[in-house]
């Protein structure tokens, strides 16, 4: 088969279930909009160093890095030789988000950066931060003073989520004083409701899946002018605390000595849901590296609404319509990865992505505990099923008619043995212990059978 794209057979593929992968960065199809400029993504990260004695004061796990959620860089050789990736593809290594403090999972980056824009901003209004030539200004830990908290308790923050989203908002909104309440899909899992329970956070259980339960909690908050609601599906300010992440894995490439250049590219594969946290990682590093940079959407078999998206958007097939559903294909969006179950893309995170992003692949869930399983025997790393997304990328670039075509047209294959693939694993800090045992077990027999 020539490596030509023939339209119909990703479509093909998609339809029928089977993994994939849609390469990115041709002509046509809808125009480049801007969605977010590197000031303010700069700004962003400003927020988040004037908020760390806050964050500090709040939760004793940060007390180690002075109030900043950040996470490693990691080379992965025994990870790469277990995949079967040989030196000559380059070199595999992990962005270890499973192991972001405080919220246990990427929505640590976008989440926290939205309750703290909001706490920002009710603090201005309320004459407790002034608003200075330079930003906000002020003694941000008067924030958790007494009369501070109460009168924030007046207000209300709510966000419809999966689960990980709700984990996040819910946790920082509580610590802050705020009225939380989170909205969960049927696919969201039992001990994340709990523990947001526990810290006084009300749940709202919906039957529907991810779409309906942003649609309530956007419902439930109308009308109430103390009232805030975190729109996964179209929140600039989330987007752009994931963004924040590609600044500092610019200085953990540096510091491992992986240079990023025409020469040495790097290939990243970030695991998809709605799309917010993987577009804004997508954005912010497109502003540190320019075309050197090649990120890659990681999504399940049943969920494929990014991919959708993209082809939607290409011009190639007007028969998806423009905001197709992954129901509308014949899919049925159930997937053990539950941070990725998502039946319709984020606009927003699409029109951030559109003309720069790489390609969006879909992975099997059984590839998924296989991998979580390989993680855990190779590296000892420990991470939730749908952070392991990632794992099937370099294969499906390397492997797969599209990919190999992408390579080519990019002309990265004369340096693919220098090139830096980052695997992002996107959460799995706070997984109980008899769900990770669960996981585990369920990758071990698959990969038993597999050899
Ligand atoms: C939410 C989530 C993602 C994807 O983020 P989106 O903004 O929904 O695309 C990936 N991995 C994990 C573990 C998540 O919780």
Redesign the pocket.
């Known amino acids: 088969m020539d490596h030509e794209l023939r339209p119909t057979t990703v479509l093909n593929a998609l339809r029928q279930g089977l993994p994939t992968l849609w390469a990115g960065r041709r002509a046509g199809g809808r125009a480049r909009v801007q969605v977010a400029t590197p000031a303010e993504v700069a700004e962003a990260a400003a927020r988040l160093r004037r908020f760390a004695p806050v964050l500090e004061a709040l939760f004793p796990e940060l007390q180690a890095s002075g109030g900043r959620i950040e996470s490693p860089l990691l080379a992965a050789p025994r990870m790469q030789q277990a995949l079967g990736l040989p030196d000559g593809v380059g070199a595999l290594w992990v962005k270890a988000d499973h192991s972001l403090p405080v919220a246990g ?3 640590a980056r ?1 989440g926290i950066h939205e309750v703290l824009e909001h706490v920002e901003r009710v603090a201005v209004r309320s004459g407790w931060l002034s608003q200075g030539p330079d930003g906000v200004e002020g003694d941000y830990l008067g924030l958790l003073a007494p009369g501070v908290r109460e009168r924030l308790a007046q207000y209300r923050v709510a966000v419809g989520s ?4 709700g984990l996040a908002i819910g946790v920082m909104a509580s610590a802050l004083g705020f009225r939380a309440e989170v909205h969960m899909s049927a696919d969201a899992k039992a001990w994340k409701k709990e523990r947001l329970r526990r810290r006084g956070v009300t749940v709202v259980e919906h039957e529907g899946d991810y779409a309906e339960a942003v649609a309530a909690g956007r419902r439930g908050m109308a009308g109430d002018p103390l009232a805030y609601f975190v729109d ?1 599906e179209q929140s600039r300010s ?1 987007l752009l605390g ?1 963004a924040t992440a590609a600044f500092h894995l610019a200085h953990q490439l540096e510091q491992a000595g992986r240079a990023v250049d025409a020469q040495h590219p790097l290939l990243v594969y ?10 804004g990682i997508a954005l912010g590093l497109e502003q540190v590296f320019g075309p050197h940079v090649h990120v890659f959407f990681a999504e399940p078999l049943q969920s494929p609404c ?1 991919m959708l998206q993209m082809m939607a958007d290409s011009g190639v097939y007007p028969e998806l319509g423009p905001h197709p559903s992954v129901y509308d294909l014949g899919l049925n969006n159930r997937t053990e990865a539950d ?2 179950a ?1 039946p319709r893309a ?1 606009l927003l ?1 699409a029109d951030a992505v559109r003309h720069s992003l790489a390609g969006v692949f879909t992975v099997a869930d059984d590839t998924l505990f296989r991998d979580l399983f390989v993680l855990q025997s190779s590296e000892g790393w420990r991470i ?1 099923p ?2 392991a ?1 990632g794992f099937g990328g370099p294969q499906a670039v390397l492997q797969t008619d599209e990919g190999r075509g992408y390579l080519q047209r990019q002309g990265l294959e004369p340096h693919l043995s220098r090139a830096t693939h980052v695997v992002w694993t ?3 800090l706070l997984v109980p212990d008899e769900e990770y045992e669960r996981f585990w077990q369920r990758g071990r027999a698959l990969a038993e059978r597999t050899g």
């Open positions: 999972s990427v929505k976008g999966t689960g990980n989203l996964d989330l994931y970030v695991p998809c849901g709605v799309g917010g946290a993987p577009a990014f941070g990725l998502v984020s995170a939730e749908s952070a997304a996107t959460g799995g």
